[in-house]
């Protein structure tokens, strides 16, 4: 049995297709096949920072899916825990620089995950368990996956961050999003939101009233793109940090590895400044590239 993990993350990876050059997917000629995902790319960025990071959740017993759990591997993340379902397919994305996705993610093998999941995973032995909005949306047994997780952090006293994550086509409405995830974000310790969906969402266009909705979390996190973000934290006064400037190539990803870094400098102690300081680092090396997992650190996909 490997060691626990000190951050466990669950939820979709799908196969990413991404143009080799930063230009328009219907006439680019070359191609990557990669991980991609928002809890799986938020692994990667832990585990090229040097943490102990699992990826749990479940591929198809495909070629795509085998070679997404290769990749993994080969960035350091911890796939232990990871299924392969014979029954349904890894799920795909295709990236347009520039311009957006397009997911076919529809029967995937992460849509079959459900609560008994949760039983064979290391929840208790981890420091932190980071979730995203994007997984409830998935399907109703997904829904459960979710609520189940929460319930096992909470009976093992383990922190859980939340990425709102909120992705309009997955919701039968607007409606049913915005008291969903708000209802999941006010469970968790750690927040991570941008001011663009949470006004969205709620109608919260400032950071501070983001925070008026949101009092429960012991630190939330508001990121309004290349202004800066924004941390609130019980007991000390908000800090602001600005975004590194930087030439953006594709923005898709970059807020995986803005929590990415941000949680590898809370397990280190730093504080608010410094954590969104190291947010902001990451994010950065995602935004200046087409890939969602950093390929900086070995990644040739």
């Known amino acids: 049995m490997p ?12 196969a990413l297709v991404v143009p080799a050059r930063a230009e328009p997917l219907e006439s680019a000629v070359d191609f990557r096949v990669e991980p991609g995902g928002a809890e799986s790319n938020v692994a990667a960025h832990l585990a090229a920072l040097g943490r102990r990071a699992a990826w749990a959740g479940a591929v198809g017993d495909d070629p795509l899916g085998r070679r997404l759990l290769a990749q993994l591997d080969a960035l350091g993340v911890d796939t232990s825990w990871a299924g392969r379902d014979p029954g349904s397919p890894t799920g795909v ?17 992460a849509s079959r995950l459900g609560a008994d999941t949760v039983a064979g995973l290391p929840v208790a032995g981890a420091r932190l368990l980071h979730l995203s909005g994007i997984t409830p949306a998935l399907s109703a047994s997904c829904e459960e996956l979710v609520d189940a997780l929460f319930d096992a952090a ?34 968790a310790r750690v927040v991570f939101v941008g001011l663009d969906e949470a006004e969205g969402l709620w109608g919260t266009s400032t950071a501070e009233s983001v925070r008026e909705l949101l009092p429960e979390p012991a630190q939330l996190i ?20 600005p975004a590194t400037p930087t030439t953006a190539v594709e923005v898709v990803g970059a807020g995986d590895a803005f929590a990415a870094g941000w949680i590898a400098a809370w397990l280190d102690g730093a504080d608010a400044e410094a954590r969104l300081s190291a947010g902001h680092a990451r994010a950065v090396l995602t935004i200046a590239g087409t890939s969602d997992v950093p390929r900086e650190e070995g990644n040739e996909g």
């Open 3 to 14: 060691p626990f993990p000190e951050v466990l993350t669950v939820g979709e990876t799908m």
């Open 93 to 109: 994305y295709f990236k347009n620089p520039g311009d957006g996705v397009h997911y076919y993610r529809a029967g995937s093998a």
């Open 154 to 187: 909470a009976a093992a006293a383990v922190p859980v961050s939340f990425d709102v994550n909120h992705r309009p086509a997955l919701w039968p409405s607007r409606a049913a999003a915005a008291e969903r995830l708000l209802g999941l974000a006010r469970r």
């Open 222 to 241: 508001v990121k309004d793109g290349a202004v800066g973000a924004t941390e609130f934290s019980h007991g000390a006064p908000a800090a602001h940090v």
